[in-house]
């Protein structure tokens, strides 16, 4: 038992960073780093919990959790590319 009350308090201390990085970053990808490496920090508590409480059935969870944190990953870095590279056109050539 203590090996899961050490391994949870463990992960929550990781994610607890993650999400600390998350907040005081500077630049907006080091935002998003911190959000993405706490939702895999996530994904690794809930296999983890599945194993020692010897629930099979929480790792497919946490993969569909690991695939959800994925595709909103791409999603928002592809958001802030089009967002990115359409404030650095100049306006001036899109009048003409």
């Known amino acids: 038992m203590w090996v899961l009350i050490a ?30 490496m706490f939702g895999t920090k996530t994904a690794l508590f809930i296999a983890v919990l ?14 569909v959790y690991a695939l959800i944190n994925f595709i909103g990953m ?6 802030f590319e089009y967002t990115a590279s359409n404030e650095s056109d100049d306006p001036e050539e899109s009048i003409k």
């Open 74 to 79: 791409i999603a928002v870095l592809r958001f």
């Open 7 to 36: 391994t949870s308090i463990a992960m929550l201390s990781v994610m607890a960073l993650a999400l600390a990085r998350a907040l005081k970053a500077e630049t907006v990808y080091d935002r998003i780093l911190g959000v993405n």
């Open 50 to 63: 599945g194993f020692l409480g010897g629930r099979p059935d929480f790792l497919d969870i946490a993969i």
